[in-house]
């Protein structure tokens, strides 16, 4: 009986399987793709109060840079939603500075073990999604959770973090937000994983942010390639991680990926580490622009 049982689901995840690559094929597009700034690439200026969102839009309006990932950390009073009037000067000052908002993100943690904090997360995911609602962002960027939650095994924690994001997914669903989840070297280390959990939450308001840098171990553009299918939103980083090792990202061999994947829509940098992101962030970006040239983007 229990072997029927899982004959039967294992069928039914092939046939939903099959069903969204046939729906992705179906719906295919030449690749159409826009560069994007992660306000996380202005970290420190941002936290320290030297920056603000304004000027992380101007800055984009300056160098050209298609759309700006507006991280909600970096907005006044975070955990909270600032006022609509805020939001809405937000969404009105990026639209006529003709820079997109590609979408925004919360720290969350839906792995956690204390069902308060839990319900903290998903409370605060849910806010964001009402405030990405009001700003124009077509997705708000979750994390998992920690690699090794205390007190739960590997299978419990990933019950937990469907159940969660479900909740969450249902929810951005009726205001029109996607909630896609970042591969972020934590409970999601690899393809394998982010793929899992994506068609265990098997939602069309649920997608990746697939970030360059976090699959660390064996041949990340692999693992890049075997996700591209369900990316809603990026995180292009300078370097990436080749059998564990550091290397600079090949972009000219990157970009080849996406436009081949067929994949339409941003690719947010984002810098880490030490430096001044003034200078480079624009050394990045000609990169990036270079390589898309190259690919005829």
Same mark, same amino acid.
């Given at each position: 009986?229990?072997? *029927?049982?899982?004959?039967?689901?294992?069928?039914?995840?092939?046939?939903?399987?099959?069903?969204?690559?046939?729906?992705?094929?179906?719906?295919?597009?030449?690749?159409?793709?826009? =560069?994007?700034?992660?306000?996380? &690439? /202005?970290?420190?200026?941002?936290?320290?109060?030297?920056?603000?969102?304004?000027?992380?839009?101007?800055?984009?309006?300056?160098?050209?840079?298609?759309?700006?990932?507006?991280? !909600?950390?970096? /907005?006044?009073? @975070? +955990?909270?939603?600032?006022?609509?009037? @805020?939001? @809405?000067?937000?969404?009105?000052?990026?639209?006529?500075?003709?820079?997109?908002?590609?979408? *925004?993100? %919360? $720290?969350?943690? /839906? *792995?956690?073990?204390?069902?308060?904090?839990?319900?903290?997360?998903?409370?605060?995911?849910?806010?964001?999604?009402?405030?990405?609602?009001?700003?124009?962002?077509?997705?708000?960027?979750?994390?998992?959770?920690?690699?090794? +939650?205390?007190?739960? &095994?590997?299978?419990? !924690?990933?019950?937990?973090?469907? #159940?969660?994001?479900?909740?969450?997914?249902?929810?951005?669903?009726?205001?029109?937000?996607?909630?896609?989840?970042?591969?972020?070297?934590?409970?999601?280390?690899?393809?394998?994983?982010?793929?899992?959990?994506?068609?265990?939450?098997?939602?069309?308001?649920?997608?990746?942010?697939?970030? =360059?840098?976090? @699959? $660390?171990?064996?041949?990340?553009?692999?693992?890049?390639?075997?996700?591209? +299918?369900?990316?809603?939103?990026?995180?292009?980083?300078? =370097?990436?991680? %080749?059998?564990?090792?550091?290397?600079?990202?090949?972009?000219? #061999?990157?970009? =080849?990926?996406?436009?081949?994947?067929?994949? $339409?829509?941003?690719? +947010?940098?984002?810098?880490?580490?030490?430096?001044?992101?003034? %200078? #480079?962030?624009?050394?990045?970006?000609?990169?990036?622009?270079? !390589?898309?040239?190259?690919?005829?983007?």
């Amino acid at each position: 009986m229990k072997t *029927t049982r899982l004959i039967l689901s294992i069928l039914s995840l092939l046939l939903i399987i099959s069903m969204q690559l046939q729906a992705k094929s179906e719906k295919a597009f030449p690749a159409k793709l826009k =560069t994007g700034l992660n306000a996380y &690439s /202005f970290n420190k200026p941002l936290m320290s109060g030297e920056m603000n969102p304004d000027q992380l839009i101007e800055y984009c309006a300056l160098h050209q840079i298609d759309a700006v990932d507006l991280t !909600a950390y970096y /907005f006044p009073g @975070y +955990p909270e939603v600032p006022s609509d009037e @805020y939001l @809405y000067h937000i969404k009105q000052k990026a639209f006529l500075l003709g820079v997109e908002i590609s979408g *925004t993100g %919360v $720290r969350n943690d /839906f *792995t956690d073990p204390d069902s308060k904090k839990l319900l903290a997360s998903v409370e605060l995911v849910k806010k964001w999604i009402i405030a990405a609602e009001k700003l124009g962002a077509p997705v708000v960027r979750v994390f998992a959770g920690v690699a090794e +939650p205390k007190g739960l &095994s590997r299978a419990e !924690a990933l019950d937990q973090l469907v #159940k969660t994001m479900k909740e969450c997914v249902a929810f951005g669903k009726s205001h029109g937000v996607i909630v896609a989840i970042q591969n972020h070297n934590d409970f999601i280390k690899t393809a394998d994983q982010a793929i899992e959990i994506l068609n265990l939450i098997n939602s069309e308001w649920c997608g990746l942010i697939l970030d =360059t840098g976090s @699959y $660390r171990t064996g041949d990340p553009y692999k693992e890049i390639a075997q996700s591209i +299918p369900y990316a809603v939103n990026w995180q292009l980083k300078e =370097t990436l991680f %080749v059998n564990g090792k550091e290397e600079k990202t090949d972009l000219d #061999k990157l970009m =080849t990926i996406i436009k081949d994947s067929g994949y $339409r829509g941003y690719l +947010p940098l984002e810098t880490l580490g030490e430096g001044d992101p003034k %200078v #480079k962030v624009p050394i990045f970006l000609k990169e990036i622009k270079d !390589a898309l040239k190259k690919i005829g983007q």
